[in-house]
């Protein structure tokens, strides 16, 4: 437990001390809620319905959730980079040495990388107001966990494809193939609802989109009118999934792509 701790703490305090890192991981987010908000906004008229049909929320105000799980996402699965850079550098090797279980330094790493994501996460919640979005404290209150179980599940996966990379090259190439599709099939521009049915089936493979629905249904519990589940709930056969069943796949999928890290760990010289 000690060993996890200082490894999650030498993380929290590389981000708090690194100040550009954080406006820039902020910054991006702002910049894809501006663009989409203004340029999709413009022209869909709304978050979603049939052409001409008013909209309960504005799409700039639908696609705010969305925009709070990117930041989650990208942080929390880029905030293992660090794994690639000490590798290189040589003080991963300096721990592994050390007379701990390896599976620590991946279960620090992973709630290092979690951490921070969350924070950056919550950060953008300051924001609600300008765009209309009421949010109440107890909203909030069960926002957090989501937003942890979400960067938790994604820094593990991140963490996961760490361990076995050797050149920060690799790793971005990698991460970027993969994170794209699964941001862009999470939900988080769009509704999941009345897709193709191929596609249907890879948003539900998508672990994103259990973050990201989540999310969604606090961020907007408050704009939306009765009945609208069929709109922001994620569906399974369709049956609207409960938010408890979202949080065990996160927890679930975090888990498998943790025990993946640590016996990665476990096995390099």
Do not use: C
Not at 134 to 150: A, C, N, Y
Request: hydrophobic residues 60%.
């Amino acid at each position: 437990m000690r060993a996890i701790y200082i490894v999650w703490y030498r993380d929290l305090l590389r981000f708090w001390r690194d100040r550009m890192r954080v406006v820039g991981s902020l910054a991006q987010p702002l910049l894809f809620l501006v663009v989409f908000g203004a340029g999709l906004g413009a022209s869909l008229g709304g978050a979603f319905g049939s052409p001409g049909a008013a909209s309960p929320v504005s799409y700039t105000q639908y696609v705010y959730p969305g925009v709070i799980g990117m930041a989650v996402l990208f942080a929390s699965v880029f905030g293992a980079m660090s794994i690639v850079w000490d590798r290189e550098f040589g003080f991963l090797k300096e721990i592994l040495v050390a007379p701990v279980d390896r599976s620590a330094v991946a279960i620090g790493k992973a709630l290092g990388g979690a951490t921070q994501a969350m924070i950056q996460g919550a950060l953008l919640l300051i924001i609600a107001p300008l765009l209309g979005v009421k949010l109440t404290i107890e909203s909030v209150l069960l926002l957090i966990p989501f937003l942890f179980l979400l960067a938790f599940a994604m820094s593990s996966f991140g963490v996961a494809i760490a361990s076995m990379m050797k050149s920060m090259q690799g790793f971005q190439v990698i991460m970027n193939f993969i994170l794209l599709p699964m941001f862009f099939l999470s939900g988080a521009l769009f509704p999941l609802s009345n897709l193709p049915a191929w596609l249907a089936v890879l948003t539900r493979l998508n672990p994103v989109s259990y973050g990201m629905d989540p999310i969604r249904r606090i961020v907007l519990g408050n704009e939306l009118p009765p009945g609208s589940s069929d709109v922001i709930g994620l569906t399974l056969f369709g049956v609207v999934l409960p938010l408890w069943f979202e949080a065990l796949v996160l927890v679930g999928f975090g888990a498998v792509a943790l025990s993946f890290a640590a016996l990665n760990f476990r096995r390099r010289d």
